[in-house]
């Protein structure tokens, strides 16, 4: 059985840091790719950050570039997303995801993935 898990999440003061992470587990071979996306109260689900599993290519989110980094540790099955420099607007319930569709580039759309952890609360006070 499939199975993302986020943990990581938190309460942090603005300009704070957090690192998230996602571990799959139950696949016969790995998803193709991985992403992370975050949902606050009210709004849509936000793509953040996308990573290929065999390449490592990486794609931020203009949203998040410079703050946030994706990354893997594939002899962990592990993705994680660093979050830097904090700030209240970046409070909400963060998603890994998981897919593999043939085609490249930034996946920040949750129709691209197929998987999906339970989520991680990321709270950020000032």
């Known amino acids: 059985q499939v199975q993302l898990m986020e943990s990581g999440g938190g309460s942090v003061q603005v300009g704070g840091s957090l690192r998230l992470s996602c571990v799959a587990s139950?696949?016969?071979?790995?998803?193709?790719?991985m992403g992370w996306f975050r949902q606050a109260p009210g709004k849509e689900r936000e793509g953040l950050a996308t990573?290929?599993?065999?390449?490592?290519?990486?794609y931020h989110a203009e949203s998040v570039k410079g703050r946030f980094t994706i990354s893997q540790d594939n002899a962990k099955n592990t993705v994680y997303l660093q979050l830097n420099s904090l700030k209240p607007e970046d409070t909400a319930t963060y998603y890994c995801?998981?897919?593999?569709?043939?085609?490249?580039?930034?996946?920040?759309?949750?129709?691209?993935?197929?998987?999906w952890g339970q989520g991680t609360q990321v709270t950020v006070s000032s």
């Open positions: 139950g696949y016969t071979s790995p998803p193709r790719y």
């Open positions: 995801a998981a897919g593999s569709f043939t085609r490249g580039g930034f996946r920040k759309s949750s129709r691209d993935y197929n998987d």
């Open positions: 990573i290929y599993i065999r390449t490592g290519y990486a």
